[in-house]
C-alpha cells in the first residue's frame, strides 16, 4: 500500500524505473526534495538527469514505483491529470526555448498566466517584471524569429518563472548560454527561488553550476551514486553531494 511522502517533502521518487524502447534510464531511483529546496542533479550525458526531471514533473509516466507532489500521487495520474499538474502547479525550462513563434517576448511570458485565469494586467506586469529581470525587456515586443538563441532561453526563463509556481525544473537551462550569461541566469533562477519559497530542480553536467544548489545528487549510469557528507544548507551555493542513503537517514 503507497504511503504519502512526509510532510516536508514537496516531491517525492520511490523506486522509480524508467527505460526508453528497452533501454533503462532509471534504475530503482528514491529520492526527496524538500519545499524551498534548490537541488541539482549532476551527471554525464545520458545518466538519465532528464529523465528523472521528466518523471518528476509529470512529463512522463513511470515504467515503475512512485511519484508524488505534496499528498498527490502523481505516478496514478493518466495523460489528461499529468497535463494539469504541469500547467497549474509546475514551471519548466528546457535547453530549448520552445517558444509560441506566433507571440512576442512579452506575451509568450504572461501566457500561463493568462491560461491560469489571470487578469491581462497582472500577467503582463509580471511579465514585464520578469522579462526586465532577465535583461531582455527590450526585447519584449518582439517575436521569436527575431531574436538570437541566448535571449530565446532567457525569456523561457521567464516565463517558468512568472507565474511563481511551487516547482520549477530546469533540464540544463543554460545550455545556449556563455559562461557569464549563464552564471547570471542561475543567479536569477535560485534567487527568484529562495525569495519566493520556490522548488528548484536543477539538471546540469556543468559542475560549476551545481554550486547554486542547496543540495547535490548524482546520477550514474540511472542510480544515484554514493553519497558523500553534505554541506548545511543556505551556505551560499556550495552543496553537497548526497544519495539514496542520505535522503533515507535524513528522514530518521
Excluded at 210 to 223: E, M, N
Amino acid at each position: 500500500m503507497s504511503a504519502a511522502p512526509p510532510d516536508n517533502d514537496v516531491l517525492w521518487a520511490r523506486g522509480v524505473v524508467k527505460s526508453h524502447h528497452g533501454t533503462p534510464a532509471l534504475r530503482g531511483i528514491s529520492l526527496g526534495i524538500r519545499e524551498g529546496e534548490v537541488l541539482a542533479v549532476t551527471g554525464a550525458r545520458g545518466a538519465g538527469k532528464s529523465t528523472l526531471l521528466g518523471c518528476l514533473s509529470a512529463l512522463l509516466p513511470v515504467d515503475q514505483g512512485e511519484v508524488w507532489f505534496n499528498s498527490s500521487s502523481v505516478h496514478t495520474l493518466g495523460r489528461a491529470g499529468r497535463e494539469r499538474l504541469r500547467r497549474d502547479r509546475f514551471g519548466f525550462v528546457g535547453s530549448e526555448p520552445h517558444l509560441v513563434p506566433e507571440l512576442t517576448a512579452r506575451e509568450n511570458v504572461a501566457l500561463p498566466l493568462l491560461l491560469a485565469g489571470a487578469g491581462n494586467k497582472a500577467a503582463y506586469c509580471a511579465a514585464d517584471e520578469w522579462l526586465e529581470r532577465l535583461d531582455v525587456a527590450e526585447s519584449s515586443r518582439l517575436r521569436p524569429d527575431r531574436l538570437i538563441q541566448s535571449q530565446r532561453q532567457r525569456i523561457a526563463v521567464a516565463r517558468a518563472l512568472a507565474p511563481l509556481p511551487p516547482v520549477v525544473f530546469a533540464d540544463d537551462p543554460t545550455a545556449p548560454l556563455h559562461r557569464e550569461a549563464a552564471d547570471q541566469v542561475l543567479r536569477i533562477l535560485t534567487s527568484a527561488a529562495r525569495s519566493h519559497q520556490l522548488t528548484l530542480v536543477l539538471a546540469t553536467h556543468d559542475p560549476e553550476l551545481a554550486r547554486y544548489a542547496d543540495r547535490t545528487v548524482a546520477l550514474v549510469d540511472g542510480r544515484l551514486a554514493a553519497p558523500v557528507a553534505p554541506v548545511a544548507r543556505g551556505t551560499g551555493g556550495t552543496g553537497g553531494v548526497t544519495g539514496a542513503s542520505a535522503v533515507s537517514a535524513s528522514r530518521r
